[in-house]
């Protein structure tokens, strides 16, 4: 079965500061990755995925993630915050036997301070 | 493309009323998911379709709520009889079959 745990609820950093936020996975199987990115008031939109191609992947506004399969990890990076990152991020887990359903982890929400 | 379209976007309704909810999904796309997201228990998948047709209503809470696909550009979901613990953002989302899911903007449901 699969499983995402994100491991912070909440992350805090200074506009210009790099930006972490941490993922780590459960799957039986090869795993699909992905980040969603969820501000204010707003639907959920795709940051990046992983799907077995490069395990760095490079997705909007500057993010990226890396694949790390002895970790079981899919962290999302930003070399430097700016103040409309702002939002709650979701690592999300999708199988080949999930039949197209995604796992969401609990979501990290991005504080960004000037 | 106009992305996934949600109606109606906001929705207050009373106790013990019916409530309707719409979505168009994105042409082409064959798998349509519909999801709620409250504070307390975040972004629940409720049901999703494939080709039109249910496969996993597990997450669906009772039978107050159901959901129809009568064709590929057209979903529901009813909630009858609406109750407070309703109260939630619910959103419509589809997929085209790489497993990336596009998102539509969402209803937000009050029930007073």
């Known amino acids: 079965a699969q499983s995402v745990t994100q491991l912070d609820s909440h992350v805090s950093v200074s506009e210009g500061t790099p930006v972490l936020l941490r993922c780590n996975y459960s799957?039986?199987?090869?795993?699909?990755l992905f980040w969603y990115v969820q501000h204010p008031n707003k639907g959920l939109q795709l940051l990046l995925k992983?799907?077995?191609?490069?395990?760095l992947v490079k997705g909007i506004n500057g993010f990226e993630a890396e694949f790390k399969k002895s970790e079981t990890s899919f962290h999302l990076t930003k070399p430097s915050a700016h103040m409309s990152d702002a939002a709650e991020y979701f690592c999300v887990v999708s199988g080949n036997n999930q039949g197209g359903k995604l796992i969401f982890g609990q979501g990290t929400e991005l504080s960004v301070k000037p | 493309d106009a992305g996934v379209i949600q109606s109606p976007r906001h929705e207050v309704t009373e106790m013990g009323q019916e409530v309707t909810l719409r979505c168009k999904p994105i042409?082409?796309?064959?798998?349509l998911f519909w999801y709620r997201q409250t504070m307390m228990r975040g972004l629940e998948l409720l049901i999703y379709?494939?080709?039109?047709?249910?496969?996993?209503d597990s997450g669906m809470p009772e039978d107050r709520f159901s959901a129809k696909m009568p064709n590929a550009s057209f979903s529901t979901l009813k909630i009858q009889p609406s109750e407070p613990r309703d109260s939630a953002v619910y959103f419509c989302?589809?997929?085209?079959?790489?497993?990336?899911?596009?998102f539509g903007p969402g209803t937000r449901l009050t029930v007073l």
């Open positions: 042409s082409g796309h064959n798998s």
């Open positions: 992983y799907t077995s191609a490069a395990t």
């Open positions: 379709f494939n080709n039109n047709v249910p496969i996993d």
């Open positions: 989302a589809s997929s085209g079959g790489d497993n990336e899911q596009f």
């Open positions: 799957s039986s199987y090869s795993p699909s």
